[in-house]
């Protein structure tokens, strides 16, 4: 299929560990955002990217999280020194270009913390 | 700063009833409103936007500037509604991001 795809489905670590987890975003599409979403919450931004930059990445919780897209296609949100905080849903979307409104989800990384 | 509230989060309607799923927001300037749906077992999806002006399996949402709304409508609902339904802003030309609500949980009665 050609939608987003998000590696790995589900990730399992122990506090304090580093974890990273990978988007591929729908070909040609030049926005990609990610999104965590905690139980009972709705998504909540993290960072969205036009091309190889950062847009705007104000809803990084602290700089134990980054996010990077060297070649404007595949993301990785590195998260460093893990919480038990931490363990949410991480989503991504891509949209054929920023203020289409129209986002195009993975079916997110389950992120556990022990 | 820009911020989207759905006062419920759990709606029951029996089937053929009316549905309305609230949603209000928050923002200096002119926003563009969406609603996005996620079925069981299913990605989160786009489900219509107030500018497109259009309806969605029956669904349509009006943008209420007086009332800062953009509550999602439907006559007669169908056990087939029953998902997750987030309201979404576009603060557009300002910091680009689209920020959601809570979510309310839409369950259809037989």
């Known amino acids: 299929g050609a939608g987003v795809s998000q590696t790995p489905s589900n990730k399992v670590t122990e506090k304090g560990k580093y974890v990273e987890l990978r988007c591929d975003p729908i070909?040609?599409?030049?926005?990609l955002y990610w999104y965590r979403q905690s139980l009972g919450q709705g998504p909540e931004f993290l960072i969205y990217f036009q091309g190889t930059g950062a847009a705007d990445d104000s809803g990084l919780p602290n700089d134990r999280f980054f996010a990077v897209r060297p070649e404007g296609s595949v993301s990785t949100l590195k998260i460093q020194r893990t919480e038990r905080g931490d363990s949410a849903v991480y989503l991504c979307a891509s949209s054929s270009g920023v203020n289409t409104g129209e986002l195009f989800f993975g079916e997110g990384s389950r992120l556990t913390v022990l | 700063a820009q911020r989207v509230t759905q006062p419920e989060k759990l709606l029951s309607v029996f089937k053929g009833a009316p549905v309305e799923l609230k949603c209000n927001y928050s923002y200096s300037g002119s926003p563009e409103l969406f609603w996005y749906v996620q079925y069981s077992r299913q990605r989160l999806q786009l489900l219509l936007r107030h500018i497109s002006r259009e309806s969605i399996k029956g669904f349509t949402a009006d943008l209420n500037k007086g009332e800062t709304s953009f509550h999602l409508k439907k006559p007669f609902a169908q056990e087939e509604d029953s998902a997750m339904y987030y309201c979404?802003?576009?603060?557009?030309?300002?910091?680009?991001?689209?920020?959601f609500g809570k979510g309310t949980r839409l369950h259809i009665l037989p």
């Open positions: 979404a802003l576009l603060a557009f030309n300002r910091d680009d991001k689209i920020i």
């Open positions: 070909s040609g599409h030049t926005a």
